[in-house]
Structure formats: structure tokens, C-alpha cells
């Protein structure tokens, strides 16, 4: 093929492309919303964060505006991040929190999400079998506020068991 041919051939499809893409109605990476990141997050938060920004807009979205990512963590603990099978999400507003448990096989699992102040009281709890997410579930006071996440085919056949005080800030 000679060096015309193929010059146009390059030139028709950036023009496709191009028009594809101003054409069509699709997010782009400009689209998608800024999560303000606790400056406390640590390493593996701030990978998942960069990682998956969409994801990570998503969840602090269903939190409501003005919170902050403070903590996401890959579930099963110990697991690839490439390969979790959930991933429990923390942000903070102030003193208040809120935690989102991110379903990432795609398809509907039994789910357990529950946020607890330090002290055990003011508990808010999602359970049920979901497809996207558990929670939000709030928690009005963070000070090392206790986390319990749950998933699998059914309650009795759990992949996720994690429980922690360490999602909320203990200071």
C-alpha cells in the first residue's frame, strides 16, 4: 500500500474517531466529578482512588455532597485490588462518616454493610442482596467509629467477613 493510501486511510479514521466522539453523548474523563481525598488516606487508598475514579465518585455521591475519601479497601483483605471482590469505601464531612460497600463481581450478592459509633450505640445498618452496593450507612460521631462488611452468595456462604475500627479516623 503506498504511503498515500495510507495516510488517508490514517486521516479517515481520526475523522471517524473524532466524530464518534464528538458525536455521541459519552462521559470523558473531564466529566467525572472530583472526589476530595482525606489528606490522611493512605497508599492503597489513593491507588484505588486513581485507579477507579468513577467508582469512587459514585460512592461519595450516595453519601451526599461534602464528604471527603478517607479510606477504601480492597475486600478480602490480603486479595490482588485487581482481583477484590468488594471494596468497603469510608468518607468523612466534619465528625460525621459514611461507608459504602462496593459490589465488583457484577452480579447480585448477599450483602452486609454496618457502622457503629466507638462505643457500640448509634449503629446504622444496610443488609439485603445487591448488585451495586450496600449502604450508605452513617455514623454521626467517627472517633474510631467500628465497621462490619459482609458478602457473599448468601448469608451463610460468606467470601467477605471484615470487621475493623481502623476505617474511621481514631483521633
Request: hydrophobic content about 40%.
Given at each position: 500500500?503506498?504511503?498515500?493510501?495510507?495516510?488517508?486511510?490514517?486521516?479517515?479514521?481520526?475523522?471517524a474517531?473524532?466524530?464518534?466522539?464528538?458525536?455521541?453523548?459519552?462521559?470523558?474523563?473531564?466529566?467525572?466529578?472530583?472526589v476530595?481525598?482525606?489528606?490522611?488516606?493512605?497508599?492503597?487508598?489513593?491507588a484505588?482512588?486513581?485507579?477507579?475514579p468513577?467508582?469512587?465518585?459514585?460512592?461519595?455521591?450516595?453519601?451526599?455532597?461534602?464528604?471527603?475519601?478517607?479510606?477504601?479497601?480492597?475486600?478480602?483483605?490480603?486479595?490482588?485490588?485487581?482481583?477484590?471482590?468488594a471494596?468497603?469505601?469510608?468518607?468523612?464531612?466534619?465528625?460525621?462518616?459514611?461507608?459504602?460497600?462496593?459490589?465488583?463481581?457484577?452480579?447480585?450478592?448477599?450483602?452486609?454493610?454496618?457502622?457503629?459509633?466507638?462505643?457500640?450505640?448509634?449503629?446504622?445498618?444496610?443488609?439485603?442482596?445487591f448488585?451495586?452496593?450496600?449502604?450508605?450507612?452513617?455514623?454521626?460521631?467517627?472517633?474510631?467509629a467500628?465497621?462490619?462488611?459482609?458478602?457473599?452468595?448468601?448469608?451463610?456462604?460468606?467470601?467477605?467477613?471484615?470487621?475493623?475500627?481502623?476505617?474511621?479516623?481514631?483521633?
Amino acid at each position: 500500500m503506498s504511503r498515500f493510501a495510507v495516510a488517508l486511510r490514517s486521516g479517515l479514521a481520526a475523522a471517524a474517531l473524532a466524530g464518534a466522539v464528538l458525536g455521541a453523548p459519552q462521559a470523558v474523563a473531564s466529566d467525572v466529578p472530583a472526589v476530595a481525598v482525606s489528606a490522611k488516606a493512605d497508599a492503597t487508598t489513593l491507588a484505588l482512588a486513581e485507579e477507579d475514579p468513577q467508582a469512587t465518585a459514585a460512592a461519595a455521591t450516595v453519601c451526599g455532597t461534602g464528604y471527603a475519601l478517607n479510606k477504601a479497601i480492597p475486600l478480602p483483605l490480603g486479595t490482588d485490588p485487581d482481583l477484590r471482590l468488594a471494596t468497603l469505601f469510608s468518607y468523612t464531612n466534619g465528625g460525621k462518616g459514611c461507608a459504602i460497600l462496593d459490589n465488583n463481581v457484577g452480579v447480585s450478592r448477599y450483602m452486609y454493610l454496618k457502622v457503629c459509633k466507638v462505643d457500640g450505640t448509634g449503629c446504622d445498618t444496610d443488609t439485603g442482596n445487591f448488585t451495586q452496593y450496600a449502604g450508605p450507612v452513617y455514623v454521626s460521631s467517627i472517633a474510631c467509629a467500628k465497621v462490619t462488611a459482609k458478602m457473599g452468595t448468601s448469608s451463610s456462604n460468606l467470601s467477605v467477613n471484615y470487621s475493623s475500627d481502623y476505617v474511621f479516623p481514631c483521633n
